[in-house]
């Protein structure tokens, strides 16, 4: 019988075994970009989340220095393993974000990060050499929201909503230790309410499969029924019921970053690390980019049509001599700016 069935046998049920393998060997990438204003405990949160310092030599500015700085990108990688699988995480933290007196617009650089990402790729991709091609597009944005107020400020609204179309934005309340449990729940329905009243399109957890686990679809309930999770980061491991853990220590009790009834810490990184890592880089590729990319051809298509018209014989501005080249290279620059002009009108 075991020689009947090892004749019927093929061998391509090994294949997701040989995916594994090279995936695990080629190692993984995600780039995360973390916005909202200073002092929310970005840096601190995403140093919980990977277990890294990535800001050893900040240098924290003064109310003075912040009223002129501008919003700037800055980018930190960092190669992390664990039981043989190797990531690299890159961080794009926006510095700057919403502390200037006037916030006008004040999101402007960091779409066109994001853009210029896509753009890369795009170039890279429709290159020669497309063997070793880096992914640096941004697969996933926390937006820090505060956890003081009564629901999302119009530069909220206005920042999720120039990038819904761009990246994945996952809204958090931020050092929600500030908050009671009563205070986190009416925020979170607020939240909600403003999200659905000004149509943002925040990341949508994937629907369940049917042949999931209980224990899974559970799981992705929770996970749906917490958003906006309401965070807590500390980098400091205090001393709590005889254990030593990661929380803040107050002069009445401990905050413990990890304990799922003090916070949703432990889901955001159930989310975006153990659940919905793929999913998040699958809709970066599958979606945002490939309507970037398809609006791109799309310009280009355009431009070549206006070039064909110029060198067709049927065209009423013949002969092409009459034109000297630098005129019409001229005309052609013209044209390409008015369009990239018409584009920017569309996205405000």
């Not at 919980?48 to 002129?68: C, G, M, Q, Y």
């Not at 510095?95 to 617009?105: L, R």
């Not at 030593?244 to 989310?271: A, Q």
Request: hydrophobic share 35%; proline share 5%; aromatic share 8%.
């Amino acid at each position: 019988i075991s020689q009947t069935s090892e004749k019927e046998y093929v061998g391509f049920a090994t294949l997701p075994n040989q995916v594994h393998r090279k995936s695990v060997k080629k190692g993984f990438d995600f780039t995360l970009m973390v916005a909202g204003e200073s002092g929310l405990g970005k840096s601190t949160l995403v140093n919980s989340l990977f277990l890294t310092d990535l800001h050893k030599d900040r240098k924290l500015l003064n109310a003075e220095e912040r009223i002129r700085q501008t919003v700037e990108i800055t980018k930190h990688t960092v190669d992390i393993e664990e039981k043989g699988v190797k990531l690299k995480l890159t961080i794009v933290d926006t510095p700057g974000f919403g502390d200037a007196v006037n916030n006008t617009e004040c999101w402007r650089p960091i779409t066109q990060y994001i853009d210029q990402q896509f753009e890369q790729y795009f170039r890279d991709e429709s290159g020669l050499n497309r063997k070793n091609i880096q992914d640096n597009r941004v697969h996933c944005c926390l937006y820090f929201i505060p956890p003081f107020g009564h629901g999302l400020r119009p530069v909220d609204i206005e920042f999720m909503k120039a990038l819904q179309d761009k990246v994945n934005v996952v809204p958090l309340i931020a050092k929600a230790d500030c908050l009671t449990p009563l205070e986190i729940k009416k925020l979170k329905e607020r939240l909600r309410e403003e999200i659905d009243k000004y149509g943002i399109k925040i990341y949508q957890f994937p629907d369940c499969d049917s042949d999931e686990d209980e224990e899974f679809k559970q799981q992705d309930k929770d996970l749906k029924e917490s958003t906006p999770f309401a965070v807590i980061g500390s980098n400091t491991v205090v001393e709590a019921r005889g254990q030593r853990v990661r929380g803040r220590l107050y002069p009445w009790g401990i905050v413990e970053v990890e304990n799922p009834s003090h916070c949703d810490f432990v889901k955001l990184r159930t989310m975006l690390i153990r659940t919905h890592m793929h999913d998040l880089k699958d809709i970066t590729s599958d979606c945002h980019y490939e309507n970037y990319r398809a609006q791109c051809i799309q310009n280009m298509t355009r431009c070549v049509e206006m070039m064909s018209v110029f060198h067709s014989p049927l065209a009423p501005l013949s002969p092409p001599c009459v034109y000297p080249a630098p005129l019409q290279l001229r005309r052609m620059q013209q044209m390409l700016q008015k369009m990239q002009q018409q584009m920017h009108e569309q996205e405000l």
